[in-house]
């Protein structure tokens, strides 16, 4: 296929999704603008061996709690975006010493990014598939298994087990979130979102 068909097939493939789309966001709401009050994070391995799975864990749970030290007090994924990026260095310190106090000597690298991510649940709600913001944490090689969550709201902190961790998100956002009967919703709307992310320009 040359460039030129590639580029018809993709139009004619977007204005069928834009033409299905119509339908799918509409069932899933107030949870298509949850990638804008959102701020996730992924935490990817050196590699898939026990050692560096259990310290990923670690490393995640030292990355938590210093952006939960900054972010704690953010109104909005602005606020805590804000933060984040102002304090990268000592959240990157943060992870840098979970490694090293477990015993390793992989490099850590921080960023803060827009990562495209896949409907995910997690115990209690369901985020739909989206372009996030997202704090990216890799370890070593970067070639294990990852970890997701969400940075703000601080829906991963420990401390957070028992209250209401969505309380910040609009009412409407917060539902949608906890409606076991959109999945099906969601996944159709991710195949819109993949669909997007791979009409992008460069794609």
Same mark, same amino acid.
């Given at each position: 296929m040359n460039v030129k068909q590639n580029r018809l097939f993709k139009a004619a493939l977007c204005a069928l999704a834009t033409a299905c789309a119509l339908s799918w966001l509409t069932a899933a709401g107030p949870a298509e603008q949850l990638p804008e009050n959102i701020l996730r994070l992924h935490v990817v391995a050196n590699s898939d061996s026990e050692a560096d799975q259990s310290l990923k864990l670690k490393v995640r749970d030292a990355v938590l709690n210093e952006a939960a030290r900054w972010c704690? #007090? =953010?109104?909005?994924?602005?606020? +805590?975006? =804000? =933060? $984040? @990026?102002?304090?990268?260095? %000592?959240? !990157?310190?943060? +992870?840098? %010493? +979970?490694?090293?106090?477990? #015993?390793?000597?992989?490099?850590? !690298?921080?960023?803060?990014?827009?990562?495209?991510l896949h409907t995910r649940e997690y115990e209690g709600f369901t985020l739909p598939a989206g372009r996030y913001r997202t704090l990216r $944490?890799?370890?070593?090689?970067?070639? %294990?298994?990852? &970890? &997701? @969550?969400?940075?703000?709201?601080?829906? @991963?902190?420990? /401390? /957070?087990? #028992?209250?209401?961790?969505? +309380?910040?998100?609009p009412p409407e956002q917060r539902e949608a979130v906890r409606d076991k009967g959109l999945q099906v919703s969601f996944k159709l709307v991710e195949l819109y979102e993949e669909l997007k992310n791979w009409l992008a320009p460069g794609a």
């Open positions: 704690q #007090g =953010a109104d909005s994924l602005y606020e +805590a975006n =804000a =933060a $984040v @990026c102002t304090h990268l260095e %000592g959240i !990157t310190e943060a +992870a840098r %010493g +979970a490694v090293k106090e477990n #015993g390793f000597t992989d490099a850590v !690298t921080v960023t803060v990014t827009d990562e495209f $944490v890799v370890i070593g090689e970067g070639s %294990g298994h990852n &970890w &997701w @969550c969400v940075v703000f709201p601080a829906l @991963c902190l420990p /401390a /957070a087990q #028992g209250e209401d961790v969505l +309380a910040e998100l």
